[in-house]
């Protein structure tokens, strides 16, 4: 039985997770005191249900072997740098791997989730941010520097789009990410002020909101052409928040792939997991009963 906490963009999420599956899930917000409070979270789902190993997820690149977050741009400041194996040792005394929470995602859906099985496989995860991973020949993607197949929400779909907040030009995060969608909206100045409205009142014919609404699709699925491109996959697996809007989002993205790889590419099938919100805690889970084993 493994503890996983996932740091996301708006909220933390913890759970106890027992061959797969979270037994006892809860919740803490992003904001002052977060830090406190996952820990204290954390001590108490430690001892109802004695877990042996910890997991913990971070929105950036991380520093597997230091234990530690290098870099989330505008994410989580207070994580920089902090050893996050020793917090969890010294918060609630368990043994903990880090992990970026996309790589995470896809260790849970290629293992118990809704690509099990997969060898060769990608995933988006759609939320406050884009996050991306890949999986080839079975070996999860990590690089020489740990930045491999992370950085997907940062590549450019846009040249003539505006700096994101981690320098470079158009990225698909700055476009398409819940906090970009949000700021768009917000420039509207009515009452649509999250995604799940603006697809909602995309649907109801308002132009303004179904102009958005296809550019941020457009810009996801240009992602996940690029993934396509460089990892060849058998399988996408699509996850997030947004994924909440359903085939609103993954029938479009996924048609979107199939107009534009490369005319002898594979065309990957498409998954969305039944739980995405549970993504990163199952992989969680598999990485650290791997490590702790």
């Known amino acids: 039985m493994e503890l996983c906490i996932d740091f996301g963009g708006s909220e933390i999420k913890l759970g106890v997770v027992d061959r797969g599956e979270p037994v006892r899930t809860a919740t803490v917000p992003v ?47 207070r994580l920089d740098g902090l050893d996050l194996v020793a917090w969890a040792r010294e918060s609630f005394g368990l043994p903990a791997v880090v992990e970026n929470d996309a790589r995470a995602a896809l260790v849970g859906e290629t293992t118990t989730g809704s690509a099990a099985g997969a060898r060769d496989a990608v995933l988006m995860t759609l939320g406050t941010g884009i996050g991306t991973a890949a999986l080839m020949d079975g070996v999860l993607l990590r690089g020489a520097h740990d930045h ?37 909206l917000a420039a509207r100045g009515d009452a649509v002020t999250d995604v799940r409205e603006m697809f909602a009142a995309a649907a109801t014919g308002d132009t303004t909101a179904a102009a958005l609404r296809d550019r941020a ?42 107009e534009h790889l490369w005319t002898s590419s594979h065309r990957p099938s498409f998954t969305v997991p039944d739980r995405p919100d549970l993504s990163v805690l199952r992989g969680l889970a598999v990485l650290a009963a791997g490590a702790h084993s």
Do not use: F, Q
């Not at 994101?164 to 768009?184: F, H, K, M, Q, V």
């Open 148 to 184: 491999a197949g992370i950085l997907g929400g940062h590549l450019t779909v846009d040249l003539d789009a505006p700096l994101c907040n981690c320098g470079n030009t158009g990225c698909a995060e700055s476009i398409a990410g819940a906090w970009a969608l949000r700021r768009d």
């Open 31 to 77: 904001g002052d005191g977060d830090l406190e409070a996952a820990a204290a979270a954390a001590r108490a789902l430690a001892a109802d249900h004695s877990p042996v190993a910890a997991g913990i997820a971070v929105p950036g690149v991380v520093d597997r072997a230091a234990g530690r977050l290098v870099k989330a741009h505008d994410k989580h400041p």
């Open 217 to 258: 699709i457009r810009a996801w699925g240009a992602t996940a052409v690029s993934l396509c491109h460089a990892y060849d996959p058998d399988v996408v697996v699509l996850s997030g928040g947004i994924m909440r809007a359903g085939d609103g989002v993954a029938a479009p993205v996924a048609a979107y792939v199939r």
